[in-house]
């Protein structure tokens, strides 16, 4: 049973430039949230997908968009990029939005210089 | 609003001690309570989790927390520590928000070190 994944595990970017990551969820969930984990600190939320709608969001400029594909899969998008915005990106899947348990990929480190 | 408090950066102990890792929350309704583990380069794996069960809640590789109401806290322990130990744990928290789904928030982390 193949877990969440995601890809690639690593990028560098340049400042300016857009990025898209991409995840797909363990088997038999629907549900995908995307964290970003900054160097030395805690995942923080950044929005939830669910029958390809974004749910919820946390505190995120709009640079920072998203989608779910009708196989669950989704993608996180980032433009006009920022040092800033060099971190760890996880993706978490659960099964509904009422389910506590997540499940983590193992992240894409993404570098802007 | 949901926070999380994780004392210590850093906790270092020496393989065979007991291992206490320190959390504190903050819900203004009933919580979940999770500890995920980190190794270097990887995601977060699951260790364990309250879900307004059992208090005590015992996880993988020998851990377990204790949730304890009165404190607001949710301390995770393991009596006797093993060098693969050796991570960065954190404590998170997630209740139902009215908005139609939830999210973890999660505290800082701990870096563990497991002295031979």
């Known amino acids: 049973d193949a877990g969440v994944t995601q890809s690639p595990t690593h990028l560098i970017k340049t400042r300016g430039q857009q990025v898209t990551l991409r995840c797909s969820p363990k088997?038999?969930?629907?549900?995908v949230s995307w964290y970003q984990q900054a160097l030395g600190q805690g995942p923080q939320f950044i929005f939830q997908?669910?029958?390809?709608?974004?749910?919820q969001r946390g505190n995120f400029p709009d640079r920072f968009s998203g989608h779910q594909f009708p196989n669950y899969s989704s993608e996180l998008n980032v433009n006009a990029l920022l040092l800033g915005d060099s971190a760890l990106y996880l993706c978490?899947?659960?099964?509904?939005?009422?389910?506590?348990?997540?499940?983590f990929g193992q992240g894409t480190r993404l570098t802007v210089v | 609003a949901q926070s999380v408090t994780q004392l210590g950066s850093h906790v270092s102990v020496s393989e065979g001690a007991l291992v206490l890792l320190r959390c504190n929350y903050s819900?203004?309704?009933?919580?979940?309570l999770f500890w995920y583990v980190q190794y270097p380069n990887q995601g977060l794996q699951l260790l364990l989790k309250?879900?307004?069960?059992?208090?005590l809640v015992k996880g993988i590789n020998g851990f377990e927390a204790e949730f304890k109401k009165s404190e607001t806290s949710f301390h995770l322990t393991k009596p006797s520590a093993h060098m693969s130990d050796a991570a960065e744990y954190f404590c998170?928290?997630?209740?139902?928000?009215?908005?139609?789904?939830?999210?973890?928030?999660f505290g800082k982390g701990t870096k563990l070190s497991v002295i031979p």
């Open positions: 978490a899947s659960s099964l509904g939005t009422y389910n506590t348990e997540a499940f």
């Open positions: 088997s038999g969930h629907d549900t």
């Open positions: 997908y669910y029958e390809e709608e974004e749910r």
């Open positions: 819900s203004s309704v009933p919580p979940y």
């Open positions: 309250y879900t307004s069960a059992a208090t």
């Open positions: 998170a928290v997630t209740a139902y928000s009215g908005a139609g789904s939830y999210q973890l928030t």
